[in-house]
């Protein structure tokens, strides 16, 4: 790090952010300006999956309001992420002109800050991105730790899988308990008590473990409430990881249609649906074998269900997913334990008073930004993709730009 800072400062000496941010604008004032009148398209095609893909995986039951909702709800994000991008491109001149000279973490790290902070979200996007920018400044972190044991933590899906199953039965634990209302991949059944006068219709099921009344939680037969909740999360798998690639590829769509084809045929790999159907499948499954071995439903039966379905995570052994289970765990712990212990001390409740969210919001944007151009090889696709949108490409340039001065610098001393 400190090396890294110091050639910056060597090679950035008597620069001026015009020679680093924007060189193609004369001013910073028409830097400004252009970044006002440029940039809106960026977030707008950022933010076409949250349009999309919540109405796809609804599948029906659509309503005026409800589209309504969705179109204002993706117009809010997007134009507040608009202005977050043009006030940090515009903050790189401001602290500038406020150091005198170019500074290693105010030209991307602060900007991305303060932007944010001067930028107020409502609370779903708010929620949104800054548990997006969070898991993905954790994701940087444990790629970056020297120390030993999360070293062996990265480098093992072994371990990964069973952290993963640890936190996967303590989130389904708390949801199944009904203090937390959050979201999560899946969304347990309460347990009810067996209708003794109801018959089971399950087939498959049915055979392995016949009774004459139904011992599960579910509405559906075993077969259809397993079959379904399988068929529903492949799509969404496949929906989810279809549109990534439509987005990220789709300039091609009209410069050349077959190669947009064959990069979206590599690029679709199955993997996210394959985790995700084997991740409710188990569950499932699992949990309707335990209830009619037992002739009963029981919340040890989801808690057990909850951590054999986490070893899907094999399936799909991404920082991504990990980080989202190791936030919810921490975020669904902390609100779970405010509804469930009595007589907590003062200070904890004015903890509880404490904007994490938008703090954590600042920090992560602040990071992710800073990382994207010191450490680019640490940095998750989404956060390049989500900047260089939002930015037309202007902070790719300027990492690009200040490689090269790196690389001239470098050169000249060899």
């Given at each position: 790090?400190?090396?890294?800072?110091?050639?910056?400062?060597?090679?950035?000496?008597?620069?001026?952010?015009?020679?680093?941010?924007?060189?193609?604008?004369?001013?910073?004032?028409?830097?400004?300006?252009?970044?006002?009148?440029?940039?809106?398209?960026?977030?707008?095609?950022?933010?076409?999956?949250?349009?999309?893909?919540?109405p796809l995986l609804k599948g029906g039951g659509y309503t005026w309001?409800?589209?309504?909702?969705?179109?204002?709800?993706?117009?809010?994000?997007?134009?507040?992420?608009?202005?977050?991008?043009?006030?940090?491109?515009?903050?790189?001149?401001?602290?500038?002109?406020?150091?005198?000279?170019?500074?290693?973490?105010?030209?991307?790290?602060?900007?991305?800050?303060?932007?944010?902070?001067?930028?107020?979200?409502?609370?779903?996007?708010?929620?949104?991105?800054?548990?997006?920018?969070?898991?993905?400044?954790?994701?940087?972190?444990?790629?970056?730790?020297?120390?030993?044991?999360?070293?062996?933590?990265?480098?093992?899906?072994?371990?990964?899988?069973?952290?993963?199953?640890?936190?996967?039965?303590?989130?389904?634990?708390?949801?199944?308990?009904?203090?937390?209302?959050?979201?999560?991949?899946?969304?347990?059944?309460?347990?009810?008590?067996?209708?003794?006068?109801?018959?089971?219709?399950?087939?498959?099921?049915?055979?392995?473990?016949?009774?004459?009344?139904?011992?599960?939680?579910?509405?559906?037969?075993?077969?259809?409430?397993?079959?379904?909740?399988?068929?529903?999360?492949?799509?969404?798998?496949?929906?989810?990881?279809?549109?990534?690639?439509?987005?990220?590829?789709?300039?091609?769509?009209?410069?050349?249609?077959?190669?947009?084809?064959?990069?979206?045929?590599?690029?679709?790999?199955?993997?996210?649906?394959?985790?995700?159907?084997?991740?409710?499948?188990?569950?499932?499954?699992?949990?309707?074998?335990?209830?009619?071995?037992?002739?009963?439903?029981?919340?040890?039966?989801?808690?057990?269900?909850?951590?054999?379905?986490?070893?899907?995570?094999?399936?799909?052994?991404?920082?991504?997913?990990?980080?989202?289970?190791?936030?919810?765990?921490?975020?669904?712990?902390?609100?779970?334990?405010?509804?469930?212990?009595?007589?907590?001390?003062?200070?904890?409740?004015?903890?509880?008073?404490?904007?994490?969210?938008?703090?954590?919001?600042?920090?992560?944007?602040?990071?992710?930004?800073?990382?994207?151009?010191?450490?680019?090889?640490?940095?998750?696709?989404?956060?390049?993709?989500?900047?260089?949108?939002?930015?037309?490409?202007?902070?790719?340039?300027?990492?690009?730009?200040?490689?090269?001065?790196?690389?001239?610098?470098?050169?000249?001393?060899?």
């Amino acid at each position: 790090m400190s090396e890294l800072s110091k050639c910056f400062y060597e090679v950035t000496a008597g620069k001026t952010c015009r020679d680093l941010c924007h060189p193609e604008y004369a001013t910073c004032w028409i830097s400004f300006f252009e970044s006002a009148r440029r940039l809106l398209p960026g977030s707008f095609k950022l933010y076409i999956t949250y349009l999309l893909v919540p109405p796809l995986l609804k599948g029906g039951g659509y309503t005026w309001k409800y589209w309504q909702e969705q179109i204002a709800s993706y117009v809010g994000v997007s134009f507040k992420t608009y202005l977050i991008a043009v006030i940090g491109l515009t903050f790189q001149c401001v602290f500038y002109k406020m150091f005198g000279k170019l500074n290693y973490y105010w030209v991307m790290g602060f900007p991305g800050f303060f932007s944010t902070a001067l930028t107020k979200l409502s609370s779903v996007h708010l929620r949104l991105q800054g548990i997006t920018y969070f898991n993905m400044m954790s994701e940087v972190m444990l790629k970056k730790s020297q120390i030993g044991l999360v070293k062996v933590l990265r480098e093992s899906k072994l371990c990964g899988t069973l952290l993963f199953m640890l936190f996967n039965t303590w989130i389904m634990e708390i949801l199944q308990q009904g203090t937390v209302n959050q979201f999560w991949v899946l969304n347990p059944v309460k347990v009810r008590q067996p209708d003794r006068n109801s018959i089971d219709d399950s087939r498959v099921l049915g055979t392995l473990y016949p009774s004459g009344y139904k011992a599960c939680s579910h509405d559906k037969s075993c077969d259809s409430y397993i079959a379904h909740g399988v068929l529903k999360y492949s799509a969404a798998g496949f929906i989810i990881e279809v549109a990534g690639v439509v987005i990220t590829k789709f300039p091609q769509l009209y410069k050349d249609p077959s190669k947009f084809l064959t990069g979206l045929r590599k690029a679709v790999t199955l993997k996210l649906m394959l985790g995700l159907a084997a991740y409710n499948g188990i569950y499932r499954l699992v949990r309707c074998l335990l209830c009619r071995h037992y002739g009963m439903d029981h919340p040890m039966h989801n808690r057990i269900a909850s951590f054999l379905c986490g070893a899907s995570y094999l399936l799909y052994p991404t920082y991504q997913v990990f980080t989202l289970a190791f936030t919810k765990f921490i975020e669904m712990s902390w609100e779970h334990l405010f509804k469930t212990v009595d007589n907590l001390p003062e200070w904890a409740w004015k903890l509880k008073r404490i904007p994490y969210l938008r703090i954590v919001h600042m920090i992560a944007v602040g990071y992710m930004y800073h990382t994207l151009v010191f450490h680019s090889h640490l940095s998750p696709p989404f956060n390049s993709k989500a900047i260089n949108y939002c930015s037309d490409n202007r902070v790719e340039r300027l990492k690009r730009r200040l490689v090269g001065w790196m690389l001239d610098h470098e050169w000249s001393k060899a």
